[in-house]
């Protein structure tokens, strides 16, 4: 209904009036106007709500945009607010659930989803939330139970793939893990993670001519990836060690020492040189924004095991060891078996501390 509308029916009203006579003017005349008022509160109803849609919809675009900003906590206040004037929204509560997650509460965003999932269970972008939740808190199990959930519905689902590669990787199945990120480099050949992945996978098992081939067409796909980069750094360090270390203290810098792995890279690195005041600033570095990580903090206790054993006995510098000049393809594949393992000793005794 529209001004126009009103307007002609009060313009008939008066007609009605002039055919009905003097006795029934007062009668007609009321009708006219509780049908024009009530048209008038009928459009000013109808107007407002189009008005609040509107209000709504451009908030939630916002908050949407700023999570691509990376403004998590302004894009939460939106989205709260919205939430706290409707809360069966689900799909404000979806993205409030995404925002959390990437503010680092992984625990309130998986809460938040499983109430999602209740109401919603087969939708597919909340279970590629909740694994994402999940694998965010290290928890590998349900994290994995999440993208085979995806994958049921979104079978060529490339990025399911590889997370699912990823989670298995975690938990010590590296076939399972190796079908996976080769399943994802078929569906994308230019998938620069998955094939990095690959190559960490293949170096578990001991593969590691393969794994340098996956390393290097990560790096052809993206010269910035990190992953690729620290593999190779592994792998170059004893005969290569200048390129290995631009190799790793990229891989950190990449990750913005956000992630504990290309660090304890580095320090791998530097200790294979005998660098080792080098290596403690690394990790020290390193510990000051992971102060509780156990891999952080065995690594400075390898670091100084090693430097005590350069010194001797006695305390006095040893002379250093010339650079193998043979692939060490079986030690840099024991590293990375060694690696997943104290990840999975680390893990265990975060999530079970001694009492």
Request: net charge negative; hydrophobic share 40%; charged share 30%.
């Given at each position: 209904m529209n001004l126009t509308t009103i307007s002609q029916r009060g313009n008939r009203a008066a007609t009605v009036r002039e055919r009905a006579g003097p006795h029934h003017t007062r009668l007609i005349d009321g009708a006219a106007r509780s049908l024009t008022l009530a048209a008038l509160l009928l459009f000013v109803s109808l107007w407002c709500s189009l008005a609040q849609a509107?209000?709504?919809?451009?908030?939630?675009?916002?908050?949407?945009?700023?999570?691509?900003?990376?403004?998590?906590?302004?894009?939460?206040?939106?989205?709260?607010?919205?939430?706290?004037?409707?809360?069966?929204?689900?799909?404000?509560?979806?993205?409030?659930?995404?925002?959390?997650?990437?503010?680092?509460?992984?625990?309130?965003?998986?809460?938040?989803?499983?109430?999602?999932?209740?109401?919603?269970p087969e939708n597919a972008d909340l279970h590629v939330l909740l694994g994402q939740a999940y694998m965010e808190n290290r928890d590998w199990t349900?994290?994995?139970?999440?993208w085979r959930a995806v994958l049921e519905k979104r079978l060529n689902s490339e990025e399911a793939?590889?997370?699912?590669?990823?989670?298995?990787?975690?938990?010590?199945?590296?076939?399972?893990?190796?079908?996976?990120?080769?399943?994802?480099?078929?569906?994308?050949?230019?998938?620069?993670?998955?094939?990095?992945?690959?190559?960490?996978?293949?170096?578990?098992?001991?593969?590691?001519?393969?794994?340098?081939?996956?390393?290097?067409?990560?790096?052809?796909?993206?010269?910035?990836?990190s992953a690729a980069l620290a593999g190779l750094a592994v792998y170059l360090r004893s005969w290569q060690p200048d390129l290995a270390l631009e190799y790793a203290g990229r891989a950190v810098e990449l990750s913005q020492w956000n992630a504990v792995g290309p660090i304890r890279i580095l320090s791998l690195v530097r200790r294979s040189r005998h660098e080792y005041a080098q290596a403690r600033q690394v990790v020290e570095k390193a510990l000051r924004k992971f102060p509780d990580d156990l891999l952080l903090t065995g690594e400075l206790r390898l670091i100084n095991s090693d430097e005590q054993a350069a010194r001797g006995p006695a305390g006095q510098p040893q002379a250093k060891k010339p650079p193998d000049q043979s692939a060490p393809l079986g030690d840099v594949a024991r590293y990375y078996r060694e690696q997943q393992e104290a990840k999975q000793q680390s893990e265990g005794a975060k999530k079970n501390p001694p009492k």
């Open positions: 509107q209000s709504r919809a451009e908030k939630e675009e916002r908050a949407i945009a700023l999570i691509e900003e990376n403004r998590f906590a302004q894009a939460r206040a939106i989205l709260e607010a919205l939430l706290a004037d409707d809360s069966s929204d689900a799909r404000v509560e979806a993205y409030l659930a995404a925002a959390e997650l990437h503010s680092g509460e992984a625990e309130a965003a998986i809460a938040r989803l499983r109430r999602l999932l209740e109401r919603d349900p994290a994995e139970q999440e793939h590889t997370q699912l590669a990823r989670t298995l990787l975690q938990l010590g199945r590296f076939q399972e893990g190796l079908r996976e990120a080769a399943r994802a480099t078929e569906i994308n050949p230019r998938r620069s993670d998955a094939h990095a992945l690959q190559g960490n996978i293949l170096a578990s098992l001991g593969r590691m001519e393969e794994a340098v081939t996956e390393w290097n067409r990560a790096l052809a796909g993206d010269p910035n990836n």
